[in-house]
């Protein structure tokens, strides 16, 4: 059985005694590896056909879009269907997506890429929030903050390694061999997903709930409930505006790419710059929780104070980022910022599933996705336009590290209104209760 132990669990503990988890974990370190051979080899395409910035920003914005629009129905179906079901679907799925990369030659073709990137990303909306929403139900309540931490740890290990190495294959080997590395890890994962044992949401007796699908096949009275549920739960709805706050900064990830191959050129077409900017992000998205962890604790309190500090630390990094003089010392610089940005997101996640009960879990997660991804679609675009209209990506850099800030000071307004730090709890009253209620995780 699960531990329900203290907040402060290892993390080998955590993986040693819930064996679901330690599956979905290694699936995800393979599949979010391969993603990152593909990021690369994406954006090395587009800018060897296109050359312009513009390109870069109308893919990123495609890869945030899908889950806006999609977002409430793959939160529906993440509370009606297995949850097991849904991510093995879309890891097979996203596997042949990806290898029609392999038929793009020519500038003319450039349609192709932006058509299968967004039919990934849409399979990939339907994936998260199950994920997400399956996490409670592998591991005990006390080991929700390490379990987030490690799960955030297999994208920001992946982005390291898989973007540093999908750099150097991509400039050994080309951007074909990338593509294909990536499908095979999306196969890999649905095969480490089958042998998990995923409890699905406890909302009705199964003869009720087949009746009330037949009646609203369209998911619109599973959305209305989840929106009455947010409206009566204020605390939970300004946990849904954290990771939205890192998105209006979201355009960084663009200038990762352009400082790569215009202002710290390496490798083929930047490759290898690009490769190392982009693991310099998963650096530190690995080590910020971590570290903060191992400072202030897992307190509800302490969760809540660490988002705060979060977006000042990514803001000050960011805005140092945009006078670095050398490559090393700008991956230094963007491995203290994504540190930043990754303590927010763990935190905010915890929060969440710690005061979120499991029926409305799969579309509290959908929406905050949908609420990430309108920022960062803005934020992206608007980052390119600058950039095809001759703002340089230095001045770019220092406004979005100042945009930052402005979420922290929201954040703290929030703290200071609702006296967190002193009730040390987050949820509404109630909530506690119905989480306790949610079926225990599987032996």
Sequence with gaps: MSSKGTSQSGYLEVLARNPGFRRLFAGQLISQAGDWFNTVAIFTLLLSLSGSGQSLAFVLILKLIPSFFLGPLAGVAADRYNRKTIMMSADIMRGFTVLGLLLV?????????????????????????????????????????????????????????????????????????????????????????????????????????????????????DIIEGAQYLRSHLRVLALLLVKPGWGIGGGVLLLLTIFGKNVFPLGRDGSASIGLLYAARGLGALAGPMLARSIGGSSTA?????????????????????????????????????????????????????????RFLGRVFALDNTFLTLAMSLSTYLTGWGLDHGIGPRALAAALGAIFVLPGIGWCIHLRHLSVFEQGRIDEPGAEVEAAEAPPPPS
Excluded at 318 to 326: G, I, K, M, Q, R
Excluded at 339 to 344: D, E, P, R
Aim: no cysteine; net charge positive; proline share 5%.
């Design 105 to 221: 030659r020519r500038p003319d073709q450039i349609w192709i890429v932006y058509l299968l990137t967004t039919l990934e990303v849409t399979l990939a909306t339907f994936f998260e929030p199950a994920k997400s929403a399956a996490i409670p139900g592998l591991v005990g309540r006390g080991d929700l903050v390490p379990a987030n931490t490690l799960s955030s740890a297999t994208w920001s290990v992946t982005l390291a390694l898989g973007a540093a190495m999908g750099g150097a294959v991509t400039d050994l080997f080309g951007r074909n061999t990338a593509f294909v590395i990536d499908a095979i890890s999306f196969f890999l994962s649905a095969m480490f997903i089958v042998g998990i044992r995923i409890p699905g949401p406890e909302r009705l007796a199964q003869a009720a709930l087949r009746r009330r699908r037949l009646r609203d096949s369209s998911g619109l009275t």
């Design 302 to 358: 302490s969760l809540n104070k660490g988002i705060a500090i979060a977006f000042f630390q990514a803001a000050l990094f960011y805005l140092l980022f945009a006078t670095a003089p050398s490559l090393w010392i700008a991956a230094l610089l963007v491995m203290g910022a994504h540190a930043g940005g990754s303590i927010q997101w763990v935190y905010s996640t915890t929060l969440l599933q710690m005061a979120v009960p499991n």
